[in-house]
């Protein structure tokens, strides 16, 4: 399975943007980049994916480097409740599978 | 998006004891659904993947006979840990999706604590 490295957390003020990188070097032609966070004692939430072009949503912003091998995902306005960890997967279209890494623990400063 | 509900979203029971727990999909039909498993402080661990209609295929070291699946329809998975001990205490959470497809909408989660 290709794997994602992403630092473990990052610290952000509140209403300030954030970016959440995530490196993926041995990334397929077909791999999708999936985002997803997950708020403290819940399931995880979906935010967003992508191929290769950037992707917009209502949540964040996914920046996807040229070469597929690292991406970022932007949050324009970082608020209190954004405060979560945030895991980058890689998801082929052969597979069903979902497999989670450490993930990155944003911490949202007031 | 879809909306997935886990019922109940805590229990404590007692060591030796059997717990099942629900996961629906409410507003969708999930041809897949899985079962992850998450220890404090730690990220999820998939243990099981169950598609309706079919036997779920369980991950490497997850015990078959301990952790019964069940999926019985498009809208409902069920989680059976048979005689559970303490070790078994964990945060269970379920996700559905549609095969190939990578979105996957979670449950909030079932906490168990077996005492």
């Known amino acids: 399975d290709a794997k994602t490295t992403q630092p473990n957390s990052m610290e952000s003020n509140e209403e300030e943007p954030v970016h959440l990188p995530c490196n993926h070097s041995t990334i397929s032609g077909t791999d999708y980049i999936h985002w997803y966070r997950q708020l403290p004692s819940q399931g995880p939430e979906y935010v967003i994916h992508?191929?290769?072009s950037n992707v917009n949503n209502r949540m964040a912003s996914l920046a996807i480097a040229e070469d597929r091998k690292s991406s970022t995902l932007i949050l324009h306005r970082a608020t209190l409740r954004d405060a979560a960890v945030y895991y980058c997967i890689l998801f082929g279209n052969a597979g069903n599978m979902l497999t989670f890494g450490g993930g990155t623990r944003l911490m949202v400063k007031p | 998006g879809a909306v997935v509900s886990q019922h109940p979203s805590w229990v404590i029971c007692k060591s030796g004891t059997s717990v099942k727990i629900e996961c629906r999909s409410l507003?969708?039909?999930?041809?897949?659904m899985f079962w992850y498993r998450q220890f404090p402080k730690q990220s999820l661990m998939l243990m099981a993947t169950s598609n309706e209609g079919s036997k779920a295929t369980y991950e490497q070291g997850v015990e078959k006979d301990k952790f019964l699946i069940n999926h019985a329809s498009l809208t409902l998975s069920t989680l059976t840990v048979t005689s559970a001990h303490p070790e078994d205490s964990s945060f269970y959470i379920c996700?559905?999706?549609?095969?190939?497809?990578?979105?996957?909408?979670f449950g909030p989660g079932t906490r168990l604590t077996v005492t």
């Open positions: 996700s559905a999706g549609t095969r190939g497809r990578g979105e996957q909408y």
């Open positions: 507003d969708f039909q999930a041809t897949t």
């Open positions: 992508g191929l290769t």
